[in-house]
């Protein structure tokens, strides 16, 4: 065999395996990416502090060392750049739909031995999750800029949404809310300070405008009291998150991050007391030495991790008596339709927990076993039949009652919607009904647009005031719109939205037999 054909051959086995170990590294990325989520509940939470730190390194690292002239204990205010790794081949002049951004990239040097490649691993996790926090509280939006230019960055199904609505005003203001910037204890306001007058009322206008602003502000500033020379301080941390820039010009991207420390003399001091205390040379890093500030730094860390340690759920204490509640399903031998084998396993079933205690409350239902969960055929059923399919499911469904059609006039699709009241049982807040609406979509793919108009609609009904949404699909839903479910669900809107996608109808089917006769004969 030739020399070339031999070396050839050699080049494309090492190509093959190098490959062959990437995937296999992809795999492993996500499935630790997966389990983290899955083990850490509050991630989004667990990220923001870790930015949170960032950016308090970035700002003592610029008050220390005197590197930037105006960043100084008078004004420890500081604005960081977040880098991002943009994939400059991905985005196409001109275009400014879509968000381009890497979290990491296997190479043969970073992945050469396993410690290499578990190093890379653990690098790329925490970029993954600290850029979709950063994402998820910017909105997903961003700008492109060109010299002094700035360009929206939007993805296309939030792009589509905005087309839907017509009043030019409007659209502003959904643009305004898009982009103003996660914050925590502060926000930007424009007030001509020259223009206010001492001891002259304060005019509506700039009244008007502090309120707007109090409204941007996402979250109250993290908080933490300190003593120095005997004297009490409070000390307010101030974060914002600006929307991603991707600069053309420089060819860079990166997150604006704002931190600031607001440090104060304790608030019990009033009037002329609380301006004297300022003056103090105690109120002031400044004037402390340099062990002082060390310490400083060390109690701020602390402080926040602290904060960090409580995202985490805490044992609760041993109890002498405890009320333990059960949820568990137990597969039985019987016979098809043997209803006296199912009660006597049942009575079997109770006498053994009345051994172990006192049966408070006892509630039991049976269902036919099935072998698996199986891919329906979604396509055979008509639009009408997977309407129809939902309705059944819920009328037959413990905790569900007085389930009707409602009919929106205005839905696109024409569409009919679900309306069924949920039955909530709490031992200590006693029996609530909840309205809940669900949306059939008989589709492949529900996106982000569609879902945002869908929560809008929800304004229209006639009370009482619809509690939960759930949007029910024959298919599945995108990504983006999974991801602004799961953030519009964490915020304090008091409408549930929850999803419905063809592997979960599967799943409930495959324990209601019947229905599945019935649809999918």
């Not at 607001?262 to 402390?288: M, R, V, Y």
Request: charged share 25%; with cysteine; net charge positive.
């Amino acid at each position: 065999m030739p020399k070339k054909t031999i070396k050839r051959d050699l080049a494309e086995q090492n190509a093959a395996r190098t490959t062959n170990r990437f995937n296999r590294h992809v795999e492993t990325f996500r499935k630790l990416l997966g389990d983290y989520e899955c083990d850490h509940p509050n991630w989004r939470e667990e990220a923001l502090m870790w930015l949170i730190k960032y950016s308090l390194r970035g700002l003592r690292h610029c008050i220390e060392s005197g590197s930037e002239s105006k960043i100084t204990w008078d004004s420890p205010f500081v604005e960081l750049r977040y880098p991002i790794d943009w994939n400059w081949k991905s985005w196409r002049k001109g275009k400014t739909n879509g968000i381009y951004i890497q979290t990491g990239t296997f190479t043969d040097a970073n992945t050469k031995t396993k410690s290499l490649a578990t190093a890379t691993l653990a690098k790329m996790l925490v970029k993954h999750l600290s850029v979709l926090t950063l994402q998820e509280f910017t909105n997903k939006v961003g700008f492109e800029k060109r010299g002094s230019s700035f360009t929206p960055i939007l993805a296309s199904d939030i792009s589509k949404w905005l087309t839907t609505i017509k009043s030019k005003r409007k659209r502003l203001q959904a643009m305004k809310g898009l982009y103003h910037p996660f914050s925590m204890g502060a926000a930007r306001v424009n007030i001509d300070t020259n223009r206010l007058k001492p001891n002259a009322p304060v005019r509506k206008s700039v009244v008007k405008e502090l309120y707007e602003a109090t409204a941007l502000i996402d979250r109250p500033p993290l908080t933490w009291n300190a003593t120095v020379d005997g004297h009490s301080l409070k000390i307010s941390l101030i974060f914002q998150i600006h929307q991603l820039v991707v600069d053309i010009d420089q060819r860079s991207a990166h997150f604006p991050i704002t931190v600031g420390l607001h440090i104060l003399p304790d608030n019990t001091l009033k009037g002329k007391a609380f301006l004297q205390a300022l003056e103090e040379p105690w109120s002031n890093p400044k004037h402390w030495n340099e062990s002082e500030r060390e310490l400083f730094w060390k109690q701020l860390f602390k402080g926040l991790h602290q904060l960090y340690e409580s995202l985490a759920p805490s044992p609760t204490r041993e109890i002498a008596e405890a009320v333990v509640s059960v949820t568990a399903k137990i597969k039985v031998a019987s016979k098809d339709n043997d209803l006296d084998a199912t009660g006597s396993a049942i009575s079997k079933m109770l006498n053994a927990f009345k051994k172990t205690g006192q049966v408070i409350e006892w509630d039991c239902e049976t269902s036919p076993v099935v072998a698996a969960v199986r891919k329906l055929p979604w396509s055979k059923i008509s639009d009408q039949d997977f309407e129809r399919l939902l309705f059944n499911l819920v009328s037959h469904t413990r905790g569900y009652e007085n389930p009707e059609w409602l009919t929106h006039t205005n839905a696109p699709d024409k569409g009919r919607d679900i309306s069924v009241m949920r039955i909530v049982r709490d031992p200590l807040l006693g029996t609530r009904q909840l309205r809940v609406v669900i949306q059939c979509k008989h589709k492949k793919g529900v996106g982000i647009a569609e879902v945002i108009q869908l929560r809008e609609q929800m304004a229209l009904w006639e009370q009482p005031r619809v509690d939960e949404l759930i949007i029910a699909t024959s298919g599945r839903f995108s990504g983006d719109s999974v991801q602004w479910i799961e953030k519009h669900n964490q915020s304090n809107n008091a409408l549930r939205i929850s999803m419905w996608p063809d592997s979960h109808l599967e799943r409930i089917l495959s324990e209601r037999p019947n229905l599945l006769s019935e649809f999918f004969h």
